[in-house]
Structure formats: structure tokens, C-alpha cells
């Protein structure tokens, strides 16, 4: 593995990739371990997050000749030389089933981002007029289907959440499958474990954060109960929802106004539409 | 195969598995093909379904103990005598990873409804005070995986629209993976193919329903656009969007309020969302 460090100070500044700053202790550990990358937006998002390390990239014949100008536009130069790949190749080196459209790269997780770093990097304004952008974090209960996650992550960068926190156990780690399902929006928005979900809650209302609950039982509708400002939306685990230590962590609890029998959505289809209420209606 | 019709009469009024008139042409026509149901959900509400024949019902210990007794309610009498499956059954049965929770159905496609029968069927009132429910139908113009489209059945059966329409051709077949992701919600919302999705949508506006198209590159959002009343909400595959006949056929476009530089959504996500603004906001 290269020990080659990720190239910084070419960070688009406005819609580019956003990291917050590394944690120490995890920089100064031991080399994280590698994983593939696939499809064409999670590839080329990567390529051009400067804190991804690119230590392969295949790419097929197609690929190449669609993509290859905006791959050496995200990296010029230091990119390890493409590798052109038949579909032999791809199904040799990826996952059972993975839809890659021609590219792939090996990289490693991205250093993860501790809270009080978040939590002190606010996001930029909303507009051109500089209207603050509200505050808007949020935190998985056990929610560990990486195809949940990574949507989750799409829908974050979609409507303008800054993170997703999730309990070191118990959470789906960086995976090609975490980053397909998010479309590419692994490099926009921090995805971080936390060691302890209550205490980041305290964390969060320490910081002037509503801790808002999805709860299907809750009397209040979101629009209802939403008190505006900062605010972590808080997301249990479909089935089983909020664990009791979570629910009772939580200032708020709050529903999403569906009807029976199928009244229970999926927890990334409930994390997008109460994403697209606390942040866009 | 049974030739057994399935039992009609204990339909449940209210929450209870609805189905629009049969079309006469396909009732008449050779007997539908088979197809497995698994899951816990799917096949619970398949069961409760009574226009859903059931051919063999394979249960695992566990889950014969857990659900024994809504499977002896919803089939009293009637059913194939439920088969004590072990996992290897299962395997053997289901397609690789189907995700069954100890369940498996076979039964047969319902029977398709033709449009006039689901524009003549109104849907009931919205709650106990009688306000009328806004007539919602959603139109998928090339939508063919089959978890987008279970997806899209569940969303909208918990926001309340009424029926999902797809072209007979380039559209997914009913399923097992489409029955599992619309988890119970492909017997209580109509899912009908429809012969050519330009004349549908004129089928549509001479009932009274705009016909609204959701487009990213529309000038207004959403809520800026609904006209309110009968719509049907036109959703183009992921990537390609609507094809140029579909746009040009609907009476306007609108676009979720989304962000560079992961504006798109899946479409499941995108159609919940949609459903959400248009039937609860």
C-alpha cells in the first residue's frame, strides 16, 4: 500500500468536498485498511475529494473514453496510471453483483471527523443574499444497512444536512455498497462515528441542537413539532425505531403524517422526506 | 396449478386491501403464471388480501410460532395446509438472498386494472368527518427496478395516492423483490401496466387530473407548481428523467428544491418526497 499522503490545497472552495479536521490520535494510528469504490458518480466524487487516496483506478474501455477527461482533471498528474480493465477484471476484483459502470478505486476510509470538530465548523450561507444556513445534523440509532446509510448520505448532500453520526457499534462502516447508494455524496457530507449515542446527544444540546426524534407513535406531526434552529434528527432502526436510552435523550419526538396500514416507511425514505420538511418547506 | 378462484366477499371496508374491478379481456385469458412472495410483511398482507390466491405457503418454525395465528385469521379454512420450512427449503425455493424471515407465498400476479376503472373508483373519504382525500396517481415513465417501484408503491401507500401506472413494456413485472421493498403495500395500492403512456396521460387530464411531471431542470419547485386538485405525478427513470414525448405531454414541470452538487435523488426518494408535499404538507 502507498504510504503517499492525500494531496491537499486544491479544495474547490464553494460546492467542493467538505472534511472537517482530522483527529489526531486516528492520524497518528496505524495504516486504515483499503477498499473498492464503484459506479461513475462515488468514482469521480472521490477523484476529486483531495483528502481520497487513489491507489488503483480501473476503468473499462467505455469508461475511459466517457470519463477519462474529467478524471485527469481531478487529478492531474498524481493519479496512479488508470488501468484499463475487461469485465472479467471487475468482477475478479469487486463484490458479487456490484453495478461499477466502468470504474472502480481502491482507496481507504476517510479520517473520521470527532464532534467537537463538526460541531465547530458551521456550513457556509445558504445563498448569494449570505440568508444563514440552518443547522442540521443527522444521527443513526443502530441503523446498519449500508444501502440505508448511503441514501441517507444522498438525501443529507440533497437537502443540506452538514453530517450523519453513527455509534462506533452497531453502524455500517465505509463500503463500495455505502458509497454507491450515496451517489457520490460520501465526499460532501461528514459521515462519523460517535462512541456514545446518549452522550452525543448531550453533545449536540450542549451545542444549542434540538434533539428530534422520528417516533411513529408520537403525537405531534414533524411540521408540528419542528421548533426551528439547530437540530439533530434523530433516526431509529426500521422495525425496532429509537432504542429507550435514545428516546429519552430526545427534546422532541415527532411523526411523519402517513396513514395505515402501511403507515411505517423506510428509515432512508423518513430520513429524506423529514429532511426535505425541516430544510426545504 | 389450482384453478381455484380466489375468495371474494370478506373484504374489510375500511384500512382493507383494495383492487379495482377485474378487466374482463385478461379474467378470460390463460392462467397468470406463478410467482413466490416471502418476507414478513409482503406475505402477511398477501395472505389478508382475499384476491390473492395462495398455492403453497412455506413458514419456518420461529415463524410459524410468531404469525400462526394472523395466518389462521386471514385464511380460515381455506389455505394450503402451511408447510414447515427449514432454511435450506427456503434457499432452495427463493432466488439467492431474498430476505424471507421465515415466510414464503406462491400465489399469482393480481389481476391487472384497466384505467377506467381506476379513474371510476374514487377513493374514500379521508377521515371520520368526511373531507374528500385528494385523488393522487402516479405514472413511472421507465422506472424498471423492481425495489424502486416496491418502493414507490410503499410511499404511496403511506402518503394515500391511489394507484401507480407504468407502460406495459419497460416496466417491472410484480415480484417477489417488488413485493418486499412495497413491504404489504402492493395489495392495498393498485399497480397497473398501461399500453401507451402518452394516451394515458390524456385519459388522465380528460378525467380532470393535471398531469405533473417532476423534471430537475423545471424553473419552479414543486410546491411553487401544484395546482392543487386530481394530479398524477410523472416520474422519468433515474439519470435520464422523462423522455421528451412523456415531458411534452404534461401540463407542467416541477422540480424538487434540492443542491448542487447532489441534486438528484433516486426516484423512490424523489417520488416519496413528492408524495409527501403533494398529499400531507
Known sequence: MSKRKPPHGR??????????????????????????????????AALANPA????????????????????????????????????QKFAETLPDGAVHQGLAMLTAP?????LADILANAPGSENAAGAPRRRLIVVLDQVTDPHNVGAILRSAAAFG?????????????????????ASGALEHVTYARVGNLARCLEDLKAAGFWCLGLA???????????????????????????????????????????????????????????LYQLLAV
Chains 1, 2 share one sequence.
Open 216 to 274: 411513529g407513535d408520537a403525537e405531534k406531526t414533524l411540521a408540528e413539532a419542528d421548533p426551528g434552529g439547530p437540530l439533530a434528527l434523530v433516526l431509529g432502526a426500521e422495525g425496532d425505531g429509537l432504542r429507550r436510552l435514545t428516546r429519552e435523550s430526545c427534546d422532541i419526538l415527532a411523526r411523519l403524517p402517513t396513514r395505515e396500514p402501511i403507515s411505517a416507511l423506510n428509515v432512508s425514505t423518513a430520513a429524506a422526506v423529514a
Open 161 to 181: 444536512a452538514e453530517a450523519v453520526l453513527a455509534p462506533s457499534r452497531h453502524a455500517a462502516p465505509e463500503s463500495g455498497a455505502l458509497a454507491k447508494a
Open 110 to 114: 476517510l479520517a473520521e471527523a470527532a
Open 52 to 87: 481520497r487516496p487513489c491507489r488503483r483506478l480501473l476503468l473499462s474501455a467505455e469508461a475511459a473514453r466517457r470519463h477519462g477527461a474529467a478524471v485527469a482533471v481531478a487529478r492531474p498528474g498524481d493519479t496512479p496510471v488508470p488501468e484499463t480493465a475487461t469485465p
Open 11 to 44: 479544495r474547490p472552495a464553494p460546492a467542493g468536498p467538505r472534511r472537517p479536521p482530522v483527529k489526531s490520535a486516528r492520524r497518528g494510528g496505524g495504516e486504515p485498511g483499503s477498499l473498492w469504490l464503484y459506479g461513475a458518480h462515488p468514482v469521480l
